[in-house]
């Protein structure tokens, strides 16, 4: 009870005022008493509240019962983002103030006078006594009780699904603004990459190409073109390979040398392949072949880009209906290596503002994966989402994926895809670790984690028969997850 509530008690009744006896006549829980034993509450005090004044606060241990005889009463909860909110209005004429008494449990909710307020406030003793030589009002109170603790039950109830529902609505706007972002980011440069193009093809139209010059371009045009995706290579092979040819473009005075070299890798083509391009195109011209082939390259991958991610908000939304219907999808076979390295893509610009390291290890020949569930994806974008928020600035993200030969439950053999995503981050506090794939669980600011990322991981693996296991110290945190290739019968 406040400070202020505490000003306006008044001291105790000894003997009831017959102004006070004709009023709490008039409340149902004891107009039922005879004069006698209702002259057996002398000596309860009576309080007068100023609106907005505090009568009690959540979480405070109880000590009393009350009776409003005029006024209204706000009953309301504390919420995570701080907000008072309103659960229900006491009018006058009510008792409250019985169900943390009876259950020995702190006040659930805080009281507020809406207006001013008088009331009877019954303490510990008083109140049992009137449970205990008062059978009606025992029962009128009980039953009371029971009422108002539907109603306070029903409206948890509908705030907890409007809490969930809220949840759901900002996790999945957070998925959607990946591949959404991405989609805007590889438009923008994809017509960058166009009007570059155009200014390198009207610089060759004021030039006479030779036979040997047009069939060198062709070549290479055709080899951009026939790779459909990104080659998947492991971290060290693709960094070798990068820096061997921007090192021998240096050598030929190729400009933006360090910039192109990670594209043109990225389909398969090395110094001994663009050896053509620099034999037959001699001075400046060699440049801008090489940047005309970078922006052909470039506009080939971000159009898959554009691609993915719109495919990817198409999932969502296939996700989300699967998961309004519980329905199940078509049959597919996917390839586990595509699906990561397609995530990381998505995630790609979250990446380069921490200038985060990513050490990729895929597995050749990986075995694929046959399912009807869906969501997939997700896995991949919480798991790295989450070691992307970890990491500091310049951290380091480890991708290794891999076949295993194991038992199922049933007893038989199976194979398992096995994936791991570690990172350097400062891991996840020992005393949270079995709560992490709860549902809405998060340690992250208002605003900033769902709380339904790692409870979704653990839902979908589940959903592919799979499992999945972490371990975590400063410094150090492994997720690795396991699926069958096939989805047990």
């Not at 006698?36 to 009576?46: A, R, S």
């Not at 706000?74 to 995570?80: D, F, I, K, L, S």
Request: charged content about 20%; aromatic content about 6%; some cysteine.
């Amino acid at each position: 009870m406040s400070q202020q509530t505490q000003i306006v008690q008044s001291k105790n009744t000894e003997k009831m005022s017959e102004d006070l006896f004709a009023q709490l006549r008039t409340v149902p829980i004891l107009s039922s008493l005879k004069d006698e034993e209702l002259h057996c509450l002398n000596g309860v005090q009576e309080i007068h509240l100023e609106k907005d004044d505090i009568l009690a606060h959540q979480g405070e241990i109880a000590h009393y019962f009350w009776i409003l005889l005029e006024g209204e009463i706000r009953v309301y909860q504390t919420v995570a983002d701080g907000r008072a909110v309103t659960l229900v209005s006491i009018p006058a004429g009510n008792a409250f103030g019985e169900l943390p008494l009876l259950s020995n449990i702190p006040n659930v909710a805080g009281l507020q006078a809406t207006m001013p307020c008088h009331l009877v406030q019954f303490d510990e003793e008083q109140f049992w006594n009137l449970m205990t030589t008062c059978p009606d009002v025992r029962k009128a109170i009980l039953g009371n009780m029971a009422l108002r603790f539907q109603k306070l039950q029903s409206v948890t109830l509908q705030q907890e699904k409007m809490a969930s529902l809220g949840t759901l609505a900002a996790g999945l706007m957070h998925e959607l603004n990946n591949p959404g972002a991405a989609a805007r980011r590889a438009a923008s440069q994809l017509r960058e990459n166009l009007l570059r193009m155009h200014e390198l093809t009207a610089k060759f139209s004021r030039t006479t190409l030779n036979e040997e010059q047009k069939q060198c371009m062709y070549e290479l045009q055709e080899h951009a073109l026939a790779v459909k995706q990104p080659l998947l290579m492991n971290s060290i092979e693709q960094s070798d390979a990068e820096e061997a040819l921007a090192e021998w473009m240096e050598a030929a005075h190729i400009e933006n040398a360090w910039k192109m070299a990670p594209t043109l890798v990225s389909v398969g083509l090395d110094a001994k392949q663009l050896e053509c391009t620099r034999s037959v195109f001699p001075g400046p011209t060699f440049s801008d072949a090489l940047s005309w082939l970078d922006a052909l390259v470039s506009s080939m991958q971000l159009v898959g880009t554009v691609e993915e991610s719109i495919g990817r908000v198409s999932d969502l939304v296939h996700a989300v209906k699967s998961y309004a219907y519980e329905g199940k999808g078509q049959r597919q076979t996917v390839d586990i290596n595509n699906s990561i390295h397609a995530t990381l893509v998505i995630l790609g610009h979250k990446l380069r503002e921490k200038e985060i390291v990513v050490e990729k290890d895929f597995a050749p020949d990986l075995p694929l994966l046959h399912s009807e569930c869906t969501g997939l994806n997700q896995i991949w974008t919480n798991l790295l989402d989450n070691a992307i928020d970890a990491v500091p600035q310049h951290g380091h993200i480890g991708v290794r994926t891999w076949a295993e030969k194991t038992i199922s439950g049933t007893g038989s053999p199976r194979t398992d895809l096995c994936i791991r995503i570690n990172d350097n981050g400062s891991g996840i506090p020992l005393d949270i670790q079995t709560h992490i794939f709860d549902p809405f669980y998060t340690t992250k600011p208002v605003g900033v984690g769902t709380g339904l990322g790692l409870g979704i991981v653990h839902r979908i693996v589940e959903q592919y028969g799979g499992s999945i296991h972490f371990t975590s110290e400063p410094g150090n945190t492994d997720f690795v997850v396991h699926l069958p290739t096939e989805m047990p019968k």
